[in-house]
């Protein structure tokens, strides 16, 4: 059993919560996308999107930003308006002025006071959860302990 | 008009996009876009960029990777660290030395392109 503890690799050191705002890149309000869009560093969309996002960083859809498509990323801020699911392996913030109508999807998710959201929330979410969840234990079939006991039952 | 910094939109150098881009204010990309940009000011191509589309703005500067065609209404500037496939069409059009272009060059409004033409080179 000892070794589903040591599979534990480190786990990854804790995000800087406040990623270095000078790199953030903001794409402005006049902007139309239709189509996927993909990224690696912070964004701050203040522009229009039909389509979907998929980001690996913090992502903020600004107060004049709106989305109709799902949206994937580390952390999602959402103070305009998303129609579609918002998926993030660390957290969801609906701030104050955001409209949101879609399911959310994240371990952590706040939803301020006054904020327009209509959908679900899921926090157990596997595809969400998965890359950050602390030490869930799993016992797998293979495992050499689970194996004896199962042989053992069927002789 | 050149010179207006102020609101330029950075599409930053990660940043991945396919489909159709629409916009009405400057913009400098430094990432990657697959589809067409239609677009109502200046579009720069930094040197970072890399763009496969068909690209329709009033100005557009090259500073980076081009494979379509572009049309301006003002003015297409290929710059040095260029490397730019496709036609161009603009009323005005530079190459600087150095720069890697293989396409045909049409020195004309562009009636082909967006509407609301300006009437210029009339």
């Given amino acids: ?155 | 008009m050149s010179t207006s910094n102020e609101r330029m939109s950075v599409f930053g150098p990660t940043l991945r996009f396919k489909g159709e881009l629409k916009a009405q204010e400057d913009i400098k990309i430094e990432g990657r876009i697959e589809g067409s940009i239609h677009h109502q000011q200046k579009v720069v191509v930094g040197q970072k960029g890399e763009v496969v589309a068909t690209v329709n703005a009033a100005q557009i500067d090259v500073d980076g990777r081009v494979q379509g065609d572009m049309s301006a209404k003002k003015s297409i500037k290929v710059s040095q660290s260029a490397v730019v496939r496709g036609n161009l069409r603009a009323p005005s059009v530079s190459i600087t030395e150095g720069a890697n272009f293989n396409g045909g060059v049409t020195m004309e409004s562009n009636a082909g392109s967006q509407g609301s033409s300006t009437g210029a080179g009339r």
């Fill in chain 1, 1 to 155: 059993m000892s070794k589903n503890f040591t599979e534990n690799k480190a786990a990854p050191p804790p995000a800087p919560a406040k990623e270095v705002a000078s790199g953030t890149c903001v794409l402005g309000p006049t902007l139309h996308f239709k189509g996927e869009l993909y990224g690696e560093e912070d964004l701050e969309f203040q522009g229009q999107l039909e389509g979907s996002i998929e980001h690996t960083r913090s992502l903020s859809i600004g107060k004049e930003g709106g989305v109709t498509g799902n949206i994937k990323a580390k952390f999602v801020i959402v103070e305009g308006r998303v129609d579609g699911d918002i998926y993030a392996s660390e957290s969801v913030q609906i701030r104050q002025s955001a409209k949101v109508k879609g399911n959310i999807f994240a371990p952590r998710v706040g939803i301020a006071d006054g904020a327009n959201f209509s959908g679900s929330i899921d926090m157990n979410h596997k595809g969400a959860a998965a890359t950050t969840r602390p030490a869930t234990v799993q016992v797998t079939l293979s495992d050499p302990a689970a194996e004896r006991l199962l042989t053992k039952a069927a002789g």
